[in-house]
C-alpha cells in the first residue's frame, strides 16, 4: 500500500504540492488527472525520489520511503513511467519493455508480456 500524507514538494520557492494526501491499495489502479500546471508530475516525481518532499510522509507497505534515492524506491517495488519518450530508439517495442523487467518481490506476481498485454491490450 501506498500512502502519501501531507505532502509538500515544489520547484525552488514554488511550492507545487500543499498538503496532498492519498491513500492507494495494493492491486488497485489509479489515474492522476488534472490540467497541465496542476502538479500530476511534481506528485508522481516527489514519490518516487526524483524531487525531494519538503514535508509530509511517503509510505509504502508501512515504511517511511520518503528521502530515499529513487534507485531504492523502485527496488521497493514502485515503479514510475514518465511521459516522456524517453526510451531506447534503436530497441523494438518488446526490448524497451523488457529493460524495466525486475526479479519479482516478496508477495508481488511476476512480471511477464502476458500480464503486462492483459493490463493494456493496445500494446498486443
Known amino acids: 500500500m501506498l500512502e502519501v500524507a501531507d505532502l509538500v514538494s515544489g520547484y525552488g520557492r514554488a511550492r507545487i504540492l500543499r498538503g496532498l494526501s492519498f491513500r492507494i491499495g495494493?492491486?488497485?489502479?489509479?489515474?492522476?488527472?488534472?490540467?497541465?500546471?496542476?502538479g500530476k508530475s511534481t506528485t508522481l516525481r516527489t514519490v518516487m525520489g526524483l524531487l525531494r518532499a519538503e514535508g509530509g510522509s511517503i509510505r509504502l507497505?508501512?515504511?517511511?520511503i520518503a528521502g530515499w534515492e529513487p534507485h531504492r524506491i523502485a527496488r521497493a517495488g514502485l515503479g514510475y513511467v514518465p511521459e516522456e519518450r524517453r526510451i531506447f530508439a534503436d530497441l523494438t517495442v518488446m526490448k524497451n519493455l523488457e529493460v524495466g523487467r525486475?526479479?519479482?518481490?516478496?508477495g508481488l506476481p511476476a512480471w511477464t508480456p502476458e500480464r503486462l498485454f492483459a493490463l493494456f491490450p493496445n500494446l498486443g
Open 61 to 64: 507497505a508501512g515504511q517511511e
Open 26 to 38: 495494493a492491486g488497485e489502479l489509479v489515474m492522476l488527472l488534472g490540467r497541465n500546471g496542476a
Open 102 to 106: 525486475q526479479a519479482p518481490r516478496a
